[in-house]
């Protein structure tokens, strides 16, 4: 298999997973927490306070929720976010600068995973019982991947926006 055919066949992957969380989990959790924010959407972090009142909102079908399939589904995310990742700057950079890039990309994968669990544990204790360190971590890795999605994202869009100049300017001669 060709490095294109992979990246669109783990795209593609990563793709149905995002839609399922994004289009059906996660808003069935909003929905059940009177519509606020499930943690995972919530990229600047979260207050000891904020973070009790979505946990007091929600109910046991929604803590279901969360810990069943919405976790499932981001037990995968992570990997295949990485991954799609790692092949479209190895289809995009020199293979030195892919490397590196996708190292970030692992990175945001592993705080990823570090914020599953987290959140999980503030699930299992509850509102009245989960303590301000737990939820400062959990909080924090929430801001580290969304950092660090960030940069990766914008490291692929960066080399997009060179590809398609490289084009123009090899057409336009």
């Keep these: 298999m060709t490095l294109k055919r992979a990246f669109w066949a783990v795209f593609s992957l990563t793709l149905l997973v995002y839609l399922a969380m994004v289009l059906w989990s996660l808003p069935i959790i909003s929905a ?42 981001d037990s995968f995310y992570p990997g295949l976010m990485a991954l799609s990742l790692a092949l479209a700057y190895f289809l995009l950079f020199p293979k030195k600068w892919a490397a590196a890039f996708s190292a970030l990309a692992v990175l945001a ?40 999605v960030t940069v990766a994202v914008t490291i692929l869009l960066l080399g997009l926006v060179k590809l398609g100049w490289n084009r123009w300017k090899g057409r336009a001669s």
Excluded at 109 to 123: I, K, P, S
């Design 32 to 73: 059940d927490a009177d519509g606020l924010l499930p943690f995972d959407l919530r990229p600047q972090g979260y207050s000891a306070k904020d973070a009790r009142q979505f946990l007091s909102a929600l109910s046991e079908a929604g803590r279901a929720q969360y810990l069943g399939w919405q976790h499932f589904l």
């Design 109 to 148: 994968a592993v705080f990823d995973w570090r914020e599953n669990h987290a959140v999980a544990d503030m699930l299992r204790a509850g509102a009245a019982s989960v303590d301000d360190e737990a939820i400062s971590l959990a909080s924090g890795l929430t801001q580290l991947k969304s950092a660090t």
